[in-house]
Structures are given as structure tokens and as C-alpha cells.
């Protein structure tokens, strides 16, 4: 694969052939060609990678995580040695983003879990609820569920519980929705979304009915 790609003098061509990960980044070479990727793409995407081996300092592939990757962005960003083309400056350029591909293509980015939001087996259970009983579009769930969410968390972070919730709560939650700069449309949106789901809550008896009537 490699010999393909780069075909200049023999040195350079060795440098490609010698590097760590020899087979890891020809594998990912050969899926971007298969992704339909021309010759100049992949020829670039084959020195970037040797620039992700310097800096993460790679003997072999392993798991790198995201502030490692930023670290060895910032530090070619700076560099000044022979295979910097142009000027150094601020910027890592594609170094982070190829780091990221192709780590990821052979499953060893590590990116820390999400933490769960505090009411995530709720939501979950109401997006379900939306799915099977309300013929909802995945728009439309997802629209609701996430619109339910940012409620949440907002109340989580006043201390405030699922139980306690009262309609003064709500009115808080769009004041501060408007004092961030949301329109009406956007506070109609929360309004039916949060109206679908304290009907649930209250059914499920995770708090007391809040509103009544649709």
C-alpha cells in the first residue's frame, strides 16, 4: 500500500516503510481508498500519520486519549524542525483530526464515558413511552426528550427534585430561558415538551400532576 502512495526517491519511501504501525496505518489507508479517496488525500493522510507517531511518541499503537492528542497538537503547532512546511503558529492543524480517525478506526481512542444524567432512566422510559403508545416521529421524540432533559438538569442544579416539582419550577426555567435569549417560539417548544412529560411523570407517580389539560 505504502508503495503505491509515495513514490519518490527511495529515502523517503523507506522513512514510510520503517516508521512504527506499518500495517495499522496501511489498513487504514486501504479504507479510505475503499471510501473512494484519491491518491494526493491518501498521500497527505500517510505523512500526517507519521506526524501523530512522532509527537504521541508511538512505538506501537495503543489507546491515546483526548487531552494526550491536544498535547501533541500543541506541540507541532510550535514546531520548527525540517518537516514543517510553512510557518509554525497556533494552530495543530490536521494533526489532532487524523489522530482522531484513525485511532478511532482501529478502536483506540479513548474517550471518557458520558456521565449519566441524573434522571437518565426516567427519560429513557419517557422516549420509550413517546415511541411505542404516541406514533411520534424520531423528530418529535427526540425533540421532547432532549427539551425533558434540559429541564432536569437545570432543576438538578438548584438542588431541586423530581418529587418537589411545582409549576413555579417551570416558570423559573423559562424565565431563565428568556433572560438567555429564547424566542417564543422556543419557549413553545419546551412548553409542549415538558407539558407531555409531567402528564407521564405524574402518571408514574415520579412527581405530583402539574399541569391539567393538553
Request: aromatic letters at 12%; hydrophobic letters at 40%.
Amino acid at each position: 500500500m505504502i508503495e503505491t502512495i509515495i513514490l519518490e526517491e527511495p529515502s523517503a519511501r523507506r522513512r514510510f516503510l520503517t516508521a512504527p504501525c506499518l500495517e495499522e496505518r496501511e489498513q487504514y489507508l486501504f479504507h479510505l481508498m475503499r471510501l473512494g479517496y484519491g491518491h494526493h488525500y491518501l498521500r497527505s493522510i500517510s505523512g500526517l500519520m507519521l506526524r501523530v507517531i512522532r509527537f504521541l511518541g508511538l512505538t506501537r499503537l495503543r489507546a491515546v486519549g483526548l487531552d494526550e492528542i491536544e498535547k501533541a497538537g500543541q506541540a507541532w503547532a510550535v514546531y520548527r524542525g525540517p518537516d514543517r512546511r510553512g510557518k509554525p503558529g497556533n494552530s495543530p492543524g490536521w494533526l489532532p483530526i487524523v489522530a482522531k480517525n484513525w485511532l478511532r478506526f482501529h478502536g483506540q481512542l479513548a474517550i471518557p464515558p458520558t456521565p449519566l444524567h441524573p434522571y437518565d432512566k426516567e427519560l429513557t422510559d419517557f422516549s420509550e413511552f413517546l415511541r411505542s403508545t404516541n406514533g411520534l416521529s424520531p423528530a418529535t421524540v427526540d425533540g421532547y426528550s432532549s427539551r425533558a432533559s434540559a429541564f432536569l438538569t437545570w432543576m438538578a442544579g438548584r438542588g431541586r427534585a423530581l418529587c418537589d416539582v411545582s409549576l413555579t419550577d417551570a416558570d423559573e426555567f423559562f424565565v431563565d430561558g428568556r433572560e438567555r435569549g429564547w424566542c417564543i417560539w422556543t419557549i413553545s417548544n419546551h412548553t409542549q415538551a415538558l407539558r407531555r412529560f409531567f402528564f407521564y411523570a405524574g402518571e408514574r407517580g415520579w412527581c405530583r400532576p402539574v399541569w391539567h389539560g393538553e
